[in-house]
DNA sequence: TTTCTAATTTGCAACCATTGCTAATTAGCA
DNA sequence: TGCTAATTAGCAATGGTTGCAAATTAGAAA
């Protein structure tokens, strides 16, 4: 995803408003690596913006998503994750934290059982345990 | 999936009871590849037994799914799908038709940036158009 | 075969993530 | 500064799924 400011020029020229709302999930957004669900990102939101409703949230999300500069992805976790980092990338889900991180690999896999199938992307869901959840427990 | 008569053994010999409404999804669901979601399945099945609750249907597909015997998979369309083939496997799905299909790899994919992420398991949906829909329009 | 009881089924309410709708507000051009 | 289309907020509604409680029933035991 661009920087904010890169987002505000864009928006305007697609003949979109830039309103304080939509500046403050630009901030919010860009260079976000924690894959937040809508409602995280209101949580975050409503403390530097009270009253920001969770509706701009979702609504702003999806714009962004359809003008490509995030991407909604689906680690089947109840609710829908976005991500600014738009390039070709999978995803590492941990089951006992819920994180996800960003995960690339060096070439798609080769396939057997496609039957015709034309292929337009593939997504890769990892699960396991993220470093700290694997680590041995420490004081706390 | 094991058969309906294995499965019968089994469910008795766990102290669960086999119902007629457990019955006839075992039967609905054995070699079963169009990976239904709980309400297709139960749209089926009530035309073999009307009555049938759709809660039953959830919680046998939960059932079964939690003793290994089903997969329940998530292709981001809204509805969880429920697949009898338990092998290590993994999906395509049409953008068109919706249709899922069993996809097997050769060998998983070489990872960069997992950083102390111990995979467990990865799932790849592939998405795009099955044979039939990206087959030219025939006159129907 | 009858009895008994824990497992199961049903129906419905509740839940969560998300979207539809609409009145009130506002960005930003003229 | 005014105007108007875009946006926001709030709430209702949706779809998928689960929780709960009362009624029913499979199947072991008598």
Redesign the interface.
């Known amino acids: 995803m661009r920087s904010p400011e890169e987002l505000t020029t864009a928006f305007r020229a697609a003949g979109l408003k830039v309103t304080p709302q939509r500046q403050l999930l630009f901030r919010l957004m860009h260079n976000n690596s924690a894959h937040p669900t809508a409602d995280s990102l209101f949580a975050v939101a409503s403390q530097q913006m009270p009253g920001i409703s969770l509706r701009t949230v979702y609504q702003t999300l999806t714009d962004l998503t359809e003008m490509g500069e995030l991407q909604a992805i689906?680690v089947?976790a109840g609710a829908m994750r976005f991500d600014p980092n738009v390039s070709d990338?999978h995803h590492?889900v941990?089951?006992v934290c819920g994180a996800v991180?960003?995960?690339?690999?060096?070439?798609?896999?080769?396939?057997?059982?496609?039957?015709?199938?034309?292929?337009?992307?593939?997504?890769?869901?990892?699960?396991?345990?993220?470093?700290?959840c694997?680590?041995p427990a420490k004081r706390r």
Not at 101 to 125: C, K, M, S, T, W
Request: glycine share 10%; hydrophobic share 40%; with cysteine.
């Open positions: 689906e089947g990338h590492a941990c089951e991180q960003d995960v690339y690999v060096n070439e798609a896999p080769e396939l057997r059982g496609l039957d015709g199938f034309a292929v337009a992307d593939a997504h890769i869901v990892y699960r396991g345990r993220c470093a700290s694997s680590a």
